[in-house]
């Protein structure tokens, strides 16, 4: 037995927690299965699985490896009719991440997405720290600002362009900044990426020049969803992409201030590896994401 039915038999034995009904499943003698799974086990040099006499379950390798068999039988399913299959008939797992801003706007499109391609299961992380694409498996990432890494093939999809809010209650207690002296006077709320980073301060273009207005704040976020929250509060200035606060703003729930002191529009990209082809199924995915996401940015 080759090692990709192997695989195959292993996927099915973790599935159903059974040899026998994994067995029955594909038509085989229980013997074949339980001997196909020893065989990898042996080859990968691991425990792929706990035995009971009533259940097996996978090992913390074996749910590695099972994650990843399932990766490879997909994309081995595309390569062997990439030339003939309709878009509906791709399948398999796609792993991606985008922060908690940009994920509600992908939630709110995905159900007719997944009703086209029934076949696809989407594992969407939601974290605003980075995280390693190819070390944790992702099929592609959107991210949000300048990129640092250059392992990573970056696919530009817009800019966002950044707005000055705070809520009326804090406008109330503090009044409505008119200049950037008048900051002195204000609470900003820091964003930084990894909390005990120094964080800047209030952000504005001067002509092509980046500048920052140094300011006290009483709270500081690494969270995206907590930046909004706290803006929301009443707990001081937040700059963040206007797409996200685009429904909060007419609602009257924020209010923009300092219109006249834009900070620079932070690019939104989708990033994924090198290290293999990528798969049908992500190429379809990045390019409806890309679609999806368009009426949110401006177009570089």
Known sequence: MNRIEAMHIFVRVAELTS?????DSLGLPKASASTAVQQLEAQLGTQLLHR?????????????FYERCKD??????????????????????LRV??????????IEHLPQFLREHPGIQVELSCTDRRVDVVAEGFDCVVRVGTLTDSSLIMRPLGQYRIVNCASPAYLKAYGVPRTLDDLAHHHLIHYVSVLGQRAPGFEYMEGTQCRYVPMQGVLTVNSVEAYANGCLAGLGIT?????????????GRLVEVLPQYEAEPMPVSLLYAQRRNLSIRAQVFMDWLADILLPYVDRL
């Open 19 to 23: 040899f026998t009904r994994a067995a």
């Open 52 to 64: 009971t006499t009533r259940r097996v379950q996978l090992t913390q390798d074996g749910q590695r």
């Open 72 to 93: 490879v039988l997909a994309d081995l399913d595309e390569l062997g009719s990439m030339f003939q299959q309709a878009p509906q008939a791709l399948s398999g797992r």
């Open 97 to 106: 991440d985008m922060n908690s801003g940009i994920a509600r706007h992908v």
């Open 239 to 251: 700059q963040t992409p206007r797409a996200g606060v685009a429904q909060l703003l007419r609602d």
